[in-house]
């Protein structure tokens, strides 16, 4: 249920953005929840004007366990959210279409 939350509220920045990924610069930073059990962080780094790196984990007794690699980067004028769980291939959402 946490990690809905954290999905829903990037993808709200994502749709207010209205194809301008400079709008998106509030995501650079360390994103962190806490449940009982364990800690979810996202980090999230801009690498250029059309992209952003991030990766999301989890940290369960002082150990840290990646759940996924994301992108998000300007691709032929739309917006894409690109996601890589764990060791499986990326997928690629369309977040905005120009």
């Not at 995501?27 to 996202?42: D, R, V």
Request: net charge positive.
């Amino acid at each position: 249920m946490n990690r809905l939350i954290l999905l829903l509220f990037l993808f709200s920045l994502l749709i207010s953005a209205r194809n301008k990924i400079e709008d998106l610069s509030i995501l650079a930073g360390k994103w962190k929840l806490e449940s009982n059990n364990f800690t979810l962080i996202e980090e999230w780094g801009k690498i250029n004007d059309t992209t952003f790196i991030g990766i999301s984990y989890t940290v369960e007794n002082d150990k840290k366990s990646i759940s996924e690699k994301l992108h998000l980067l300007k691709l032929n004028n739309d917006i894409v959210y690109i996601a890589q769980p764990g060791n499986n291939l990326p997928t690629l959402f369309t977040i905005c279409k120009q």
